[in-house]
């Protein structure tokens, strides 16, 4: 799976949107960009993927750029139960002809999101 | 349903001794993944299950690590004559099919004295 480089650490004020951004520049064609965080004692939670487009659920908004280079995980009113460890991770769908199991997601060190007052 | 659900939650064993660690997954998810997660540390992908296919065991540490699932329910990871580096939470995750997106569970958080 393509590597991806976050920022270590990003502050946000309470109510302001969150912005986290993501690099992946070796990702491949069939590769999608998954966002999980993980809340301080908590296992991970799932937040969004994407392939090509940009996509938005309840949770939050991901940008794809076109080029698919990079992407950014937006969280539109940030609140204080928002502070976390972000996670973007780069994974193909499937397994591959050898029989290399993509299945696994493997984790970098993060975004540490502090949402402040 | 319910998401994916660990037990123990917590767990304290000596030294030497086995630990069994259990999880369920969501119903009707085919496939199941073991990580584990040292303090302050990433993610460590342990053991992977799909279906009736033979399981990818290329994350585990040492033949003292092992897990079973029977079908497409409940799986155990076992850790025989335990380590105080085995410390660490042991996170379960599923998923609809391989290649689907993961749920995870809230995790064994293990400690070994």
């Known amino acids: 799976d393509a590597k991806t480089t976050q920022p270590p650490s990003m502050d946000c004020a309470e109510g302001r949107a969150a912005n986290l951004p993501c690099n992946h520049s070796?990702?491949?064609?069939?590769?999608?960009v998954y966002w999980y965080r993980q809340i301080h004692s908590q296992g991970p939670q799932y937040i969004i993927h994407?392939?090509?487009n940009n996509e938005t659920n309840e949770m939050a908004s991901l940008i794809i750029t076109e080029d698919r280079k990079s992407s950014t995980l937006i969280l539109p009113h940030a609140t204080l139960r928002d502070t976390a460890v972000y996670y973007c991770?780069?994974?193909?769908?499937?397994?591959?002809?050898?029989?290399?199991?993509?299945?696994?997601?493997?984790f970098g060190q993060g975004t540490i999101l502090t949402v402040h007052p | 349903g319910a998401g994916v659900s660990q037990s123990p939650s917590n767990k304290v064993t000596e030294k030497g001794k086995d630990v069994e660690l259990r999880c369920d997954p969501i119903?009707?998810?085919?496939?199941l993944y073991w990580y584990r997660q040292r303090l302050g540390q990433g993610l460590e992908f342990l053991i992977y299950?799909?279906?009736?296919?033979?399981?990818?065991k290329s994350g585990l540490p040492s033949d003292r690590f092992s897990a079973e699932r029977t079908g497409e329910s409940v799986s155990t990871l076992t850790i025989q004559r335990t380590q105080q580096e085995d410390s660490a939470v042991y996170l379960c995750?599923?998923?609809?099919?391989?290649?689907?997106?993961?749920?995870f569970g809230p995790g064994t958080r293990l400690l070994v004295l």
């Open positions: 995750a599923s998923s609809v099919s391989r290649g689907g997106t993961q749920y």
């Open positions: 070796t990702i491949s064609g069939n590769e999608y």
């Open positions: 994407g392939l090509k």
């Open positions: 991770i780069v994974r193909a769908p499937r397994t591959n002809a050898g029989g290399t199991s993509y299945g696994k997601l493997t």
């Open positions: 119903s009707g998810h085919t496939a």
């Open positions: 299950f799909q279906g009736n296919s033979a399981p990818d």
